[in-house]
């Protein structure tokens, strides 16, 4: 599936375990690392300042990962809710799909702890990168 926000990352060695692969731990990460880089070409500012939490995630995997593979993570993003954002990935290795995954995160009120409305304004900005809500096979 082609996803509409795409950025690459390196496997480090202390991404690999006892096996010889990319622990499966370490996915969680590099979805972590992948909207860190969506927020800030999407928005425009960091996921520290967007005020969000994870409110859910799912992994599938498919195959793994080893040391000197190249590593891409697709993002979409389903319908919006009044404060949550859920999110699509596609994680590649040399090019074939190691695993799927989605999130759902919450935007919460640092002083309340409450759940936040999504400003329009990031609504307009994350709308070029919608996509149906699941990764079809």
């Not at 995630?57 to 389903?78: K, N």
């Not at 002083?111 to 990168?129: D, F, K, L």
Request: proline content about 5%; hydrophobic content about 40%.
């Amino acid at each position: 599936m082609d996803l509409p926000f795409t950025t690459t990352m390196p496997v480090r060695f202390r991404d690999i375990d006892a096996m010889g692969h990319v622990n499966n731990a370490v996915y969680v990460t590099y979805l972590e690392q992948a909207r860190v880089v969506f927020f800030e070409e999407a928005l425009g500012l960091s996921v520290r300042d967007a005020g969000s939490v994870i409110a859910s995630l799912s992994i599938d995997y498919e195959r793994p990962i080893e040391l000197g593979d190249e590593v891409s993570i697709g993002i979409g993003v389903g319908d919006i809710g009044r404060s949550s954002i859920p999110m699509t990935y596609e994680i590649r290795s040399n090019g074939d799909r190691a695993a799927t995954a989605e999130t759902v995160l919450v935007l919460i009120d640092a002083e309340t702890g409450s759940s936040r409305r999504i400003p329009e304004p990031w609504r307009e900005a994350i709308a070029e990168y919608s996509v149906p809500d699941t990764i079809e096979e």
